[in-house]
Each structure stands twice: as structure tokens, then as C-alpha cells.
């Protein structure tokens, strides 16, 4: 069902996105780039890379919050 949010599964060469969410219902698709903020040290700042070395779960969290705002809107769950 996860695979299925990204109306791409695959990384593309224009670095966007769009995740499909529903919202009352309504599919509604969030547009995102592969711009993550880091650390200084290099981590990612939010969420993690896959045990598979993917970034669908830093990806789906972007989209996550910025469907409802922002990172800070769904930051603790």
C-alpha cells in the first residue's frame, strides 16, 4: 500500500515527486523534491534511509509533512 502512494516508484532526473494522500476521503497529491534537510554531519535531519538503502521512508515523511504544513505539524507522530 506504501509503494502505491508514489504516483513513481522509480528516481527520476527532475528530483520530484508526487505522493498520493487522502484527505476526507479525496485523493489529493502532494508534489515534493529530493532536497532533504541534514545535520552538519551529513544524517538526515528527519526520518531515515531503508534498511534496503532506499529513500521512499525520508521521501514519504517530506510529503507526510508537507501535506499538513509543515515538518513541525507532525513531528512526535
Given at each position: 500500500?506504501?509503494?502505491?502512494?508514489?504516483?513513481?516508484?522509480?528516481?527520476?532526473?527532475?528530483?520530484?515527486?508526487?505522493?498520493?494522500?487522502?484527505?476526507?476521503?479525496?485523493?489529493?497529491?502532494?508534489?515534493?523534491?529530493?532536497?532533504?534537510?541534514?545535520?552538519?554531519?551529513?544524517?538526515?535531519?528527519?526520518?531515515?534511509?531503508?534498511?534496503?538503502?532506499?529513500?521512499?521512508?525520508?521521501?514519504?515523511e517530506?510529503?507526510?509533512?508537507k501535506?499538513?504544513?509543515?515538518?513541525?505539524?507532525?513531528?512526535?507522530?
Amino acid at each position: 500500500m506504501v509503494y502505491n502512494l508514489f504516483l513513481r516508484q522509480e528516481l527520476n532526473n527532475q528530483r520530484v515527486y508526487g505522493v498520493r494522500f487522502h484527505s476526507l476521503g479525496v485523493p489529493l497529491v502532494t508534489i515534493i523534491d529530493d532536497f532533504i534537510p541534514t545535520y552538519s554531519w551529513g544524517d538526515a535531519a528527519f526520518g531515515a534511509i531503508s534498511d534496503d538503502k532506499g529513500l521512499w521512508p525520508i521521501l514519504l515523511e517530506k510529503a507526510f509533512g508537507k501535506f499538513h504544513g509543515n515538518y513541525k505539524a507532525v513531528e512526535g507522530g
